[in-house]
């Protein structure tokens, strides 16, 4: 009789746990979505804390420049380090000219910011007992952990969605308009679209030139500079069939990187579908509201999912439980990770609400 499962008397050994960390995390690192905008990346903290420190500058424009009237238009606030692009004014070049002979006087300086956030465990687990190991032959660690990795990236992408949306600097809500203009598929919505972006770009955020590879590695690839939409498969549908501003990727010109389930664009915003993007119900059937998380450039630091050693399944044996476990029976198989993440400029990150039909 062929043997389809894992009979593994004693325990995994060290070729088959490391096979099984390798498929955890590639497969966990190919399903999550969010966290792939989080392209500034920090290493685990030392033993002595778990919290990692961040970085960040005020740059040097907005500590030269007083009084812009782009502030009106972002509502950031330059003395919190929130970035705004400066318009300098008529006739300022003046105060940058050099006499004869002169070095000229400072009107700056270079100012940092420390910011830091706690780094936590995360996991989960099984319980397997005797009858699945011995009398369920296609039962496999390898297709448990398969299925633990679907798991692990839905609440992994769960946590950065939620870091996203809080800490974004910029919310357009069309949601709690009169129907129909609060749809996705109105024209308040491409509306509310365009002023997000101006509001980014006054903002100092940068359209996104790169995102996390969908692999274990830290490496990135690179993509046409445009802003990026995380949203719900299902919302994007909508908008897909109603918007008559959209652009689905089968008219994009022919040099552009595609994004991982990217699905088309709308008003300069580039849009990504995802299964699990935030919808909820309005209570009226077939009705729902929608969150888009829009990024800009670098707005994230993260201990990042990708590399060695961030994710690991952790394997019990049957009978390893002692006295809790006094007959033998039950075994257990779980995965465990580590995240930590700070949005150091909400200036660079927006969220557009809006209601669609389904």
């Known amino acids: 009789m062929a043997i389809y ?24 690192a190919q399903k999550t979505m969010y966290d792939r905008l989080a392209t ?22 907005n500590l030269y420049f007083n009084g812009n009237v782009n502030e009106d238009f972002t509502g950031n606030d330059v003395a919190a380090g ?21 070095s000229g006087t400072s009107k700056g300086q270079m100012k940092l910011i420390k910011m830091s956030t706690d780094v936590f465990a995360i996991g989960d687990w099984m319980p397997y007992t005797e009858e699945l190991e011995l009398f369920h032959n296609r039962w496999s660690t390898a297709e448990a952990t398969n299925q633990m990795s679907d798991m692990s990236a839905m609440v992994i992408d769960g946590f950065y969605r939620d870091l996203y949306f809080y800490g974004a600097g910029h919310i357009y809500d069309i949601s709690g308009d009169t129907a129909p203009a609060n749809n996705v598929t109105s024209a308040e919505f491409g509306t509310a679209s365009k002023h997000l972006v101006t509001a980014l770009k006054l903002s100092g955020a940068k359209e996104m030139s790169m995102i996390l590879s969908s692999s274990p590695n830290y490496g990135t690839v690179p993509v046409n500079a445009k802003f990026v939409a995380y949203g719900h498969v299902a919302a994007i549908d909508a908008m897909e069939e109603g918007n008559s501003d959209w652009i689905p990727i089968e008219k994009y010109a022919d040099r552009v990187t595609l994004l991982p389930n990217e699905r088309g664009m709308l008003k300069n915003i580039r849009y990504v579908e995802d299964a699990d993007g935030y919808i909820k119900s309005t209570g009226t059937p077939g009705e729902y509201f929608a969150e888009f998380v829009v990024g800009g450039k670098d707005h994230t630091a993260q201990v990042p999912l990708r590399g060695k050693g961030k994710l690991e399944t952790v394997y019990h044996q049957i009978g390893s439980g002692g006295t809790s476990d006094p007959l033998s029976r039950v075994g257990s198989l779980g995965w465990k990770g580590w995240l930590g993440a700070k949005v150091l400029y909400p200036e660079r990150l927006g969220i557009l609400k809006a209601v669609f039909n389904y």
């Open 40 to 61: 500034i990346t920090k290493p685990l903290p030392l033993k002595d804390s778990k919290r990692v420190e961040f970085e960040k500058w005020i740059t040097m424009k």
């Open 82 to 102: 929130e970035e705004t692009l400066q318009m300098v004014q008529r006739d300022e070049y003046q105060n940058f000219m050099l006499d004869e002979g002169s």
């Open 5 to 28: 499962g894992n009979p593994l008397g004693s325990g995994l050994g060290a070729e088959r746990r490391a096979y099984l960390d390798k498929m955890l995390l590639e497969n966990t």
